[in-house]
């Protein structure tokens, strides 16, 4: 595990790619952008599972019950030596990424304002 500590935002997404998994672990905070960022870019997430993470990160990433540190542990512990359920959350966030990606909902978008008219 590597603690890096602020990342520069030009260098965020490059950063955010070279990961096998990102930990979110406040005990406070509900869904934060840096969620959605690495989501974005395929990195599976481990966070706790306060308001808002769990509707962001169920079935994109993996929950731990809040507060608990020993669990957050194990689960990161385990997301990087098992890389077949790693791989498996990171094709499941692809997915989603290319079904919200800006061009689908853009076009999407445009279809609603088409439909209208």
Known sequence: MVFTG???????????RSMDVECFPSRVEGLHLS?????????????FDNTGMDEAVKGFG???KTGDEDALFMVMFNMCRDNR???EIIEK????SRVLSSEVMTENILNIFSEKQ
């Open 6 to 16: 602020f990342v520069d935002s030009g260098d965020s997404f490059a950063f955010l």
């Open 35 to 47: 969620v959605l960022d690495a989501m974005s870019t395929g990195c599976p997430m481990v966070a």
């Open 62 to 64: 993996i929950l731990v």
């Open 85 to 87: 359920k790693r791989y």
């Open 93 to 96: 966030v692809n997915s989603l």
